[in-house]
């Protein structure tokens, strides 16, 4: 376990919808970040935040936006989905600046479906 | 651009000989790699980490390797088990300090 939980698990929208996805970083962490994995494919980095600022964007467009509290949990909001944002999302928090911990602690992910 | 690849086939051994997966990356030299395993449905788990300025990183039936020159990380499982079938995924640090994922290879440990 890592201690990084995500909701909900799995989610059903139809296209021009908005989605909220919520995650729960693991304690301790001050950075999130969120990826978009597609069948077949490893995770694509969508953002970072870190002490509640975006600290890094990956190629995604702004309708795809977050937010970091200040207890570190976490939002990705997607307004306007697609039926190619069909993909399961990932959260994961990690300590920044501490060399030793580089590592990511993922979450289980929410498995979302655009109709 | 920023690219990672690994082998895009299941990799199929036969339990107990050693697993060798491969990762290559061009057009740039990260500062460190790491390696993790996905299950399915699942998100994916840290197995180790390993610098620019190491040959090599061990932790119990895993090894890894990194040769900056051939821009390329081998993982090793020795003695493999058919818990060890899992996709596992290469990830190197690029120059904006992220992660880049390769696409990941399964590996299918048959009894």
């Known amino acids: 376990e890592t201690g990084v939980t995500q909701s909900p698990t799995h989610l059903i929208k139809t296209r021009g919808q908005q989605v909220t996805l919520r995650c729960s970083s693991q304690s301790g962490h001050n950075t999130v970040s969120w990826y978009q994995q597609a069948l077949g494919q490893g995770p694509q980095f969508i953002f970072q935040y870190y002490r509640e600022e975006e600290n890094g964007r990956g190629n995604f467009p702004p309708r795809f936006s977050g937010l970091q509290f200040p207890n570190y949990s976490s939002e990705l909001n997607v307004n306007a989905l697609e039926l190619d944002d069909s993909a399961l999302y990932l959260c994961a928090s990690s300590l920044l600046g501490d060399r030793e911990r580089e590592k990511l602690f993922f979450g289980s992910g929410t498995q979302l479906s655009v109709l | 651009s920023q690219k990672i690849e690994q082998n895009s086939e299941a990799l199929n051994i036969q339990e107990g000989k050693t697993a060798t997966l491969t990762c290559n990356y061009t057009?740039?030299?990260?500062?460190?790699l790491q390696w993790y395993r996905q299950d399915p449905g699942r998100g994916p788990v840290f197995l180790l980490l390993?610098?620019?300025n190491e040959k090599e990183k061990r932790k119990e039936r895993l090894k890894v390797t990194f040769d900056t020159t051939l821009k390329q990380s081998l993982f090793h499982i020795t003695a493999s088990q058919p818990a060890d079938s899992a996709t596992y995924l290469c990830a190197p640090l690029d120059s904006n300090y992220q992660l880049i994922w390769g696409a990941g290879t399964k590996l299918i440990i048959k009894p």
């Open positions: 057009n740039y030299s990260p500062a460190y």
């Open positions: 390993i610098r620019e």
